[in-house]
């Protein structure tokens, strides 16, 4: 189980992430008393998509903040020499990350069997800062990126009914990169997860790692 009355540190790679996996979940965690960051570690640059600046994936990530009321803050990534985002689990990075890991209770981020690279990284990155500073460690469960997961377990099915319509309205957001298909995917796979809890009922799906309480 997870008490949603904690602080919760969720590290994402980008703007988005957080709206896929959990967004109903921030939203309830925020309603029953507790607090979420969101560590954003790959910081809108240049992309591979015409229709993608980091202007527009900035203005895009206010939106849904301003409609979860979490924080959000960018980690800012150093660079390949064509401006495209670089990010690398290195020691500098996890001691600068460790001096920041205060008042958490638990710990989110990506699954290692994920099969994005910056996805990959940031697992990592969660993974060593749990071993310190949290009480849990959790990893979500990625529509859409989640094909190839070979040993997830759904130990935490966190139910959002009450919430579904906000995930769609954030994930609305980004418009430069959801389509309506996308969305309905991810909100289905909702839906899906949900109805281990009760019929019609929808749930973000989480791997609990390890819990020291």
């Given at each position: 189980?997870?008490?949603?009355?904690?602080?919760?540190?969720?590290?994402?790679?980008?703007?988005?992430?957080?709206?896929?996996?959990?967004?109903?979940?921030?939203?309830?965690?925020?309603?029953?008393?507790?607090?979420?960051?969101?560590?954003i570690m790959?910081?809108?640059?240049v992309d591979v998509r015409p229709n993608r600046s980091?202007?527009?994936?900035?203005s895009e990530l206010l939106k849904s903040n301003n409609i979860l009321g979490?924080?959000?803050?960018?980690?800012?990534?150093e660079c390949h020499s064509n401006g495209r985002p670089n990010l690398q689990l290195t020691s500098n990075l996890i001691t600068e990350l460790e001096s920041k890991c205060k008042n958490f209770d638990t710990i989110i981020s990506h699954w290692h069997e994920d099969y994005h690279q910056d996805h990959?990284?940031?697992?990592?990155?969660?993974?060593?800062?749990?071993?310190?500073n949290f009480k849990q460690f959790l990893c979500f469960d990625q529509p859409l990126y989640n094909r190839f997961y070979k040993t997830f377990t759904k130990n935490i099915y966190v139910d959002i009914s009450p919430y579904i319509d906000i995930k769609k309205d954030c994930l609305?957001?980004?418009?430069?990169?959801?389509?309506?298909?996308?969305?309905?995917?991810?909100?289905?796979?909702?839906?899906?997860?949900?109805?281990?809890?009760?019929?019609?009922?929808?749930?973000?799906?989480?791997?609990?790692?390890y819990s020291k309480q």
């Open positions: 189980m997870i008490d949603l009355k904690k602080n919760f540190l969720i590290i994402t790679a980008h703007p988005d992430d957080l709206e896929i996996t959990c967004a109903g979940t921030v939203k309830k965690i925020l309603a029953e008393g507790g607090t979420v960051t969101n560590w790959v910081k809108p640059v980091e202007k527009k994936v900035l979490h924080t959000s803050e960018i980690y800012t990534t990959k990284t940031c697992y990592s990155i969660a993974e060593i800062l749990a071993r310190k609305k957001c980004y418009d430069s990169y959801f389509t309506d298909s996308d969305i309905n995917d991810i909100i289905n796979y909702n839906l899906y997860n949900g109805s281990f809890l009760q019929s019609e009922n929808f749930a973000e799906t989480f791997n609990l790692i």
